[in-house]
């Protein structure tokens, strides 16, 4: 079955940081683009980063660019979004999903991220 | 990068048609074919329903359909049925190499 399975999210202090990760299996994660996602509660979705295959690509979103790094290793099958300098509007559920040119078809459960002092 | 326009909420009574419309620039949904849709049930993840512009992925029904005309791209969803109620994203890859996500729709099925 394919799956991808967030952890990392939890309560964090504004500036603060937090590292998410993203397990994938049931299919080659080598061989595809990855995103994360993010959705703020009671709000739409809203694309954060993009990762090519090989690391060879990355994209930002301008809210997070300077602030976020997406990375990902082949080896492990895992995703990952280091978030630093953390602010309120930065609390959302965040979803990573996999990517087949620009469009996300298999998508995780989520993880929440709640930026609180 | 502005968030595409998508009217707040549509409704219908089952059986009916309904159409939600995305509206961008030339610079995102009227310059690639790149937009998809979305569907999320409350609580849940999304789940991809159309894909450049007007394919539909394996499983979905052949209810739902997707066309574009200039900067506006539509999703239309024939013989409502209950299980359809829930909110649609539509998206597209922009000429700065991002995507952006519209802001979503409500659909209610009466």
């Known amino acids: 079955e394919v799956q991808l399975v967030e952890s990392g999210g939890g309560l964090v202090k504004p500036g603060g940081s937090l590292r998410l990760s993203c397990a994938a299996s049931?299919?080659?994660?080598?061989?595809?683009?990855m995103n994360w996602v993010r959705q703020a509660p009671g709000k739409g979705l809203e694309w954060v980063s993009s990762i090519s295959s090989s690391s060879s690509y990355i994209y930002y979103a301008d809210s997070v660019k300077g602030r976020f790094t997406i990375s990902r290793d082949n080896a492990k099958n895992s995703l990952y979004l280091q978030m630093n300098s953390l602010r309120a509007e930065d609390t959302a559920v965040y979803y990573c999903?996999?990517?087949?040119?620009?469009?996300?078809?298999?998508w995780g459960k989520g993880t929440t991220v709640t930026v609180s002092s | 990068q502005s968030a595409l326009t998508q009217p707040a909420s549509v409704s219908g009574s089952p059986g009916q048609s309904i159409t939600i419309s995305c509206t961008g620039t030339s610079s995102d949904v009227g310059g690639y074919n790149y937009v998809s849709w979305y569907q999320q049930h409350p609580g849940k993840a999304p789940k991809l329903m159309i894909y450049d512009v007007s394919k539909r992925p394996s499983g979905v029904s052949n209810r739902f359909s997707g066309s574009k005309s200039g900067n506006t791209a539509s999703l239309t969803i024939s013989g409502l049925q209950a299980e359809d109620e829930a909110d649609y994203y539509c998206?597209?890859?922009?000429?700065?190499?991002?995507?952006?996500f519209g802001g979503g729709t409500k659909l209610t099925v009466l």
């Open positions: 999903a996999r990517d087949l040119v620009w469009r996300m078809d298999v």
């Open positions: 049931g299919f080659t994660f080598s061989s595809y683009g």
């Open positions: 998206s597209s890859y922009t000429s700065s190499r991002t995507l952006v």
